[in-house]
T-cell receptor
């Protein structure tokens, strides 16, 4: 069974810092990997979708990479802002979610 | 911008009662999903639905669960006899296109279900 792990569970950074969130998965046979943002008590907002055949995707200050062979994906956030404070989830093949990284950006 | 909507936002029910959670996916989307998130735990996949039938389901989606697209706009999740452990936030999602795994999923705001 696919297991998805996100490290760290929580992260606090000063505004303006660049940061990396990590997502690991145990089975490299995946269809895709999505990164989501979840605000407290709210639904999930898709940030980036990486297909199985792709290595990375970029949107604005966000860049996500995928390395299937090592079972890893990273989400890079450049020049962090207080509005980036949220929980970030990765999901493999739409079926398996990680527990998330709670990000706090301090003004 | 189009969005997925869900009703009700909160529902309280007694154990053993039937509940129906409703979702209106984005109008031109073809794939529909239900997930749940028990407080403090991971989001869990329940079921995906395409072309008026279930395309995938998880072990959680047992005989007490059912899904339906009763008309051209609504997508419902029915829990026949609720249990205490069904208390969770239930999310509906939809995605467009003809290939399930190549499209971004759009999630609704969720229905918080509390079973007493």
């Amino acid at each position: 069974k696919q297991e998805v792990t996100q490290i760290p569970a929580a992260l606090s950074v000063p505004e303006g810092e660049n940061l990396v969130l990590n997502c690991s998965f145990t089975d490299s046979a995946i269809y895709n990997l999505q990164w989501f943002r979840q605000d407290p008590g709210k639904g999930l907002t898709s940030l980036l979708l990486i297909q199985s055949s792709q290595r990375e995707q970029t949107s604005g200050r966000l860049n996500a990479s995928l390395d299937k062979s090592s079972g890893r994906s990273t989400l890079y956030i450049a020049a962090s802002q207080p509005g980036d404070s949220a929980t970030y989830l990765c999901a493999v093949s739409q079926f398996y979610f990680g527990t998330g990284t709670s990000l706090t950006v301090i003004p | 911008e189009p969005e997925v909507t869900q009703t009700p936002s909160h529902q309280v029910t007694q154990m053993g009662q039937e509940v129906i959670l409703r979702c209106v996916p984005i109008s031109n989307h073809l794939y529909f999903y239900w997930y749940r998130q028990i407080l403090g735990q991971k989001v869990e996949f329940l079921v995906s639905f395409y072309n008026n039938e279930i395309s995938e389901k998880s072990e959680i989606f047992d005989d007490q669960f059912s899904v339906e697209r009763p008309d051209g706009s609504n997508f419902t999740l029915k829990i026949r006899s609720t249990k205490l452990e069904d208390s969770a936030m239930y999310f509906c999602a939809s995605s467009g296109g003809s290939t399930q795994y190549q499209e971004t999923q759009y999630f609704g705001p969720g229905t918080r279900l509390l079973v007493l």
